[in-house]
């Protein structure tokens, strides 16, 4: 039983090592462009069955987006982000808990000597690089939108806050922050998926049949939770960076 | 024998340790606002939707504490 911290390479695209995760990535990716399309090909006035199950997506999205800023505006600014944020995340999850993700792979030989088995996809979140990669464009579009809200001097004045020598070090306390929310952002779902992947593959290692089961819906359900955890936070961080106090 | 304890002993018994005492304070944590949260909602129904949302976001940040300390005993078990 092999569990790697780190993703695993399995090829080259030139010189940019491809990882088993970033596969299932593009993969995901592939698949929510055909979602898409599919969905954009029939919009009529009365839903039918496959826009009735897209509208209802949406609808939770906006409604919970909306519960959160609070005003419609808003809502229709940031929504693209927070709720491709949301699908990105759930689907890569999701398509992490599918047969063959982590099991088919390669033989080859590790560095230590002996054999172990590379998988060949392994879920999309189990690579710290791809969770950093959310956490820094969430929170430079948090910077973003805030700027572009109430204007730079305004924004630039929550961090630089000049009116007294503690408001001063609250203003660097809140910069610094900023950086711990993208490490919090990234190893929250980092730890959650691929605790989530060792902890499957350690009961299917122990007991093979039937007691796996309630460790896959937790883990469906993880994978819901921490999606809707990275879209409410980076919802939270927004309404606080677009606020004037 | 060797002098002391060998390095997969250490490894296995830190890394057991980190998540042991990790996960003790976010666990009270998460159940102190859970029932804080539950009680505001108790006293006032109507107000359910936001004590639901900014408890669930408490929750969120509790329990990356824990995951910090997984995090830690994975990486000390398995690099």
Redesign the interface.
């Known amino acids: 039983m092999e569990i790697s911290l780190a993703a695993e390479k399995i090829g080259h695209i030139g010189s940019l090592p491809v990882t088993n995760s970033m596969l299932l990535s593009w993969i995901a990716s592939i698949f929510l462009a055909i979602m898409a399309f599919w969905a954009s090909l029939k919009v009529s006035l009365i839903p039918t069955k496959v826009q009735n199950f897209f509208e209802a997506i949406i609808e939770f999205l906006y409604d919970t987006a909306n519960s959160v800023l609070e005003d419609e505006k808003a809502t229709r600014k940031y929504f693209p982000l927070v709720a491709t944020l949301f699908i990105f995340i759930i689907t890569n999850n999701w398509l992490g808990l599918l047969p063959g993700v982590g099991t088919i792979g390669i033989h080859e030989i590790s560095r230590e000597g002996h054999e172990v088995l590379v998988p060949i996809l392994r879920s999309g979140n189990a690579d710290l690089n791809m969770t950093l990669a959310l956490a820094i464009v969430t929170m430079i579009a948090v910077q973003v939108f805030g700027v572009a809200a109430i204007g730079t001097f305004k924004y630039a004045k929550k961090y630089f806050n000049f009116s007294g020598v503690i408001e001063f070090f609250v203003g660097i306390l809140e910069l610094l922050g900023e950086f711990a929310k993208i490490v919090s952002f990234s190893f929250r779902l980092f730890g959650n998926v691929f605790a989530g992947e060792v902890l499957l593959v350690v009961i299917a290692f122990l007991v093979a049949y039937i007691a796996p089961l309630p460790f896959m819906f937790l883990e469906l359900f993880v994978g819901f939770i921490q999606a809707l955890v990275f879209t409410m936070l980076a919802l939270v961080f927004i309404k606080g960076a677009i606020q004037t106090h | 024998m060797e002098n002391g304890l060998s390095l997969e002993i250490v490894q296995t018994i830190a890394s057991a340790a980190t998540i042991t005492i990790g996960a003790i304070a976010p666990a009270v944590a998460i159940g102190w606002i859970g029932s804080k949260g539950v009680e505001a909602i108790g006293r006032n129904p109507e107000s359910a ?2 004590v639901q ?1 900014s408890m ?2 408490a929750i ?2 509790a ?2 504490i824990a ?2 300390a ?2 830690i005993a ?2 000390v078990k ?2």
């Open positions: 939707g936001k949302t669930i976001l969120a940040f329990e990356a995951i910090y997984l995090v994975l990486i398995f690099v």
